[in-house]
């Protein structure tokens, strides 16, 4: 049983050094690789570990396609981040075992402390959906930050004589950050099928759950071109500008509401250390 708890905490520790290792010896491909690497003849290989994680991705991913595509993750970086936290989550129980293999400290029985690396690894494993989740909601919100002003600019061009298509255009090469990247990137998708730029924005808030994209896009076609488009567009930024307001407030307003717990409880501490000693001397002989 010994022999069997060993085996299992190492290739634990292991898994996770491998995994350290090789997110921290990941580098960037040369665009010349790529370039050539599309080019030569395919031939039938081995599956290499990459091929098995983002098969592994295939089946973990299926309904966090849109979160990993706001925040500009592989599927592969995804099962990586998973892997990770299992391990930190076994990672206590493993110490506690290791030292208790060595006879060094005493918590548990063997059999308790591996249910505990299993328990842990399944709770980091899972935990990291809700840091995905959570990281993909903060960066939806700073993209309509970005976008908002992405559409004060579109007006201010259009304001001063540009055409539709010409205000998204300009408007987006004036902007710096990863929204603003990503909707040059659209446009520039846009530009070379030859297709209206909104079309692709709204390709681009699907792909990247930001329903204030998919909007945009219906607002314009709706709109036509000109003045309306201006218009269109100048509501659209206020009501985002009002919207992100909203939601800034609620939820000054809900951390104000949980300050009050740790207050009351601070209350209630303070009021025993000083009535305990009036209560111990009236119960007292």
Do not use: N
Not at 218 to 243: C, D, F, H, N, P
């Amino acid at each position: 049983m010994m022999l069997l708890v060993m085996t299992v905490a190492g290739a634990l520790v292991g898994m996770g050094l491998l995994l350290i290792a090789r997110g921290l010896s990941v580098s960037p491909t040369p665009l010349a690789a790529v370039v050539q690497d599309l080019h030569r003849v395919r031939e039938h290989a081995p599956a290499r570990f990459d091929t098995v994680v983002e098969a592994a991705a295939g089946r973990a991913v299926r309904d966090r396609k849109v979160d990993l595509a706001v925040l500009e993750r592989s599927s592969s970086k995804f099962v990586q981040d998973r892997l990770m936290w299992a391990l930190l989550g076994a990672t206590p129980a493993m110490a506690f075992l290791a030292l208790h293999t060595t006879q060094v400290f005493t918590l548990a029985s063997p059999a308790i402390l591996l249910l505990g690396i299993i328990v842990g690894a399944v709770c980091g494993w899972f935990y990291a959906l809700v840091d995905l989740t959570s990281d993909a909601k903060k960066a939806r919100r700073d993209f309509r930050h970005a976008l908002a002003s992405y559409l004060e600019l579109v007006t201010i061009l259009m304001a001063g004589g540009a055409g539709t298509e010409t205000a998204l255009y300009d408007a987006a090469a004036i902007g710096r950050g990863s929204a603003f990247r990503q909707m040059r990137t659209a446009l520039s998708a846009a530009q070379a099928r030859r297709e209206a730029p909104w079309l692709s924005l709204g390709v681009l808030g699907t792909r990247l759950g930001i329903i204030e994209l998919q909007e945009l896009e219906a607002s314009i076609t709706l709109a036509g071109q000109g003045a309306r488009v201006r218009e269109s567009l100048m509501a659209k930024a206020e009501s985002m500008r009002l919207k992100d307001l909203a939601d800034l407030e609620s939820e000054a307003q809900a951390r104000s509401e949980t300050m009050v717990l740790p207050v009351a409880l601070m209350f209630a501490g303070f009021m025993l250390l000083i009535g305990y000693p009036a209560l111990a001397g009236l119960s007292g002989p």
